[in-house]
């Protein structure tokens, strides 16, 4: 959802009393401050708690299929980020109906507030500002095809919904920070892919880490992002970035330098060969993504309580698939490429210590580990690459990650490659 306006910083997002007159005087405004056209008038209209609720609840309904929970949940849960009995849908649904203030949506191109009761008014201020800048980037980039383009490659959509938050809260921050700081590029945002404080009984306290992770991640670090860009060119760099040369991975957001400099370090696409005929008959495919930077943090920090955020790991790509196997087990393959060497070993240490952390037991020497549950696992690597297999046998283990390494498909990913958005 790449225009959902979150504010878990703050307890309530009121209305006042005819904020959609105010939106129509603050669009102009806005629209010169961001160096983008209002090239028409901006619908509004207002929704209630529940109303919210109900068009939630819509959405997930015609979004993400049983099918997708599914896969998943299977995900989550052998990754350690969730216990079997979680609801996803449930999870979604409590943390978007808690944390949403606003919200603008491409495809009605209609601008959204939510009523809420009580709070700081100057928050509503905020939110319409947030969401302005929302329907200009429809307005020049098109939104709406963005959202309908599909993917494959969360990261990469991650990266992307970075940019277009990134670019709002950024936005805020120079309306709420302009007066006292007179270079807002000094002014440092972001925290590294770190978690954000979250009330301790809100749903997003709730929320498996990488889920958390990943709602928080393109309003925070993707405003620092922003940042950075802003500070080559101002707002024409930002443009272009939407218009030719869209940022492909959360280590770009990350570490904007490995976006902005001359040789950019442009993501290693992967293709997972077929597992097909090493796995049992009715053996079935339920999820296939890239973690990226961001999940691998989530992974090492959230599940193996590590600490790792502001240390540069060297992520080069990766490729994971999960499977449910007929006795109803899961199966879960991770290829990860790294820059170097030593940056392959770095995460193959790391990994290991976060597979202890979930299912305890001691590393053998050929990369299998041995623990009292009969848990499986096996963390091989081999120059910059290092496999991850949870789930399977020994003599599988071996045979899934000897075909990781000889089948797949590796590319270098470029902007050209990927998704512009029409010109308007």
């Known amino acids: 959802m790449l225009t959902l306006l979150l504010l878990p ?111 700081d008014p100057n928050v509503e201020y905020i939110v319409v500002e947030h969401e302005l800048v929302h329907a200009l980037q429809d307005q ?40 006292f700081v007179g270079n807002i590029s000094g002014f440092p945002l972001g925290n590294g892919g770190a ?57 770009q957001i990350l570490h904007p330098q490995r976006y902005l400099s001359v040789a950019p370090d442009w993501p290693i696409a992967l293709k997972l060969p077929s597992a097909d005929d090493l796995l049992p008959d009715g053996t079935e495919r339920v999820d296939e993504d890239t973690m990226g930077e961001l999940g691998v943090l989530s992974w090492l920090e959230g599940v193996g309580g590590q600490v790792v955020v502001g240390t540069p790991l060297g992520w080069g790509g990766d490729r994971y698939a999960t499977y449910i196997q007929p006795d109803g ?22 990994a290991r210590a976060t597979v202890e952390a979930i299912a305890g037991g001691s590393w053998r020497r050929d990369g299998w580990l041995r623990t009292s549950s009969n848990r499986q696992a096996t963390i091989r690597r081999e120059g910059v690459d290092v496999t991850v297999i949870l789930g399977a046998s020994r003599r599988l283990g071996r045979t899934l990650d000897a075909q990781l390494r000889t089948d797949a498909i590796r590319d270098i990913r470029s902007h050209a490659e990927v998704f512009t958005a029409p010109q308007k």
Not at 146 to 172: C, H, I, K, P, Q
């Open 140 to 179: 020049s980039f098109g939104l709406a095809a963005l959202e309908d383009f599909e993917f494959g490659d969360g990261d990469m959509e991650t990266a992307l919904r970075s940019l277009v938050e990134g670019d709002a809260s950024f936005f805020n921050v120079m309306t709420m920070a302009g007066d």
């Open 195 to 251: 978690l954000s404080p979250a009330d301790p009984g809100s749903a997003m306290a709730r929320a498996p880490d990488l889920l958390a992770r990943s709602i928080i991640f393109p309003y925070v670090q993707g405003a620092a992002f922003v940042q950075a860009v802003h500070a080559n060119d101002g707002y024409r760099a930002v443009n272009t970035a939407y218009r030719s040369r869209p940022p492909l991975s959360t280590e």
């Open 9 to 119: 910083w703050v307890a309530a997002n009121p209305l006042g009393e005819s904020p959609l007159v105010m939106i129509q005087e603050t669009a102009a405004d806005v629209a010169q401050r961001r160096d983008l056209p209002l090239l028409m008038p901006i619908v509004a209209v207002s929704f209630t708690e529940d109303e919210l609720r109900d068009r939630v609840r819509t959405s997930l309904d015609e979004d993400y299929p049983a099918q997708d929970i599914r896969g998943d949940t299977a995900t989550l849960v052998i990754m350690g980020f969730a216990a079997p009995d979680i609801d996803l849908r449930q999870t979604y649904l409590d943390v978007f109906a808690e944390q949403i203030g606003g919200f603008y949506d491409p495809e009605d191109r209609q601008l959204v507030l939510v009523q809420r009761e009580g709070g």
């Open 329 to 350: 087990s899961v199966l879960f393959t991770w290829l990860t490429t790294w820059d170097t060497p030593d940056d392959a070993q770095r995460f193959e240490l790391r």
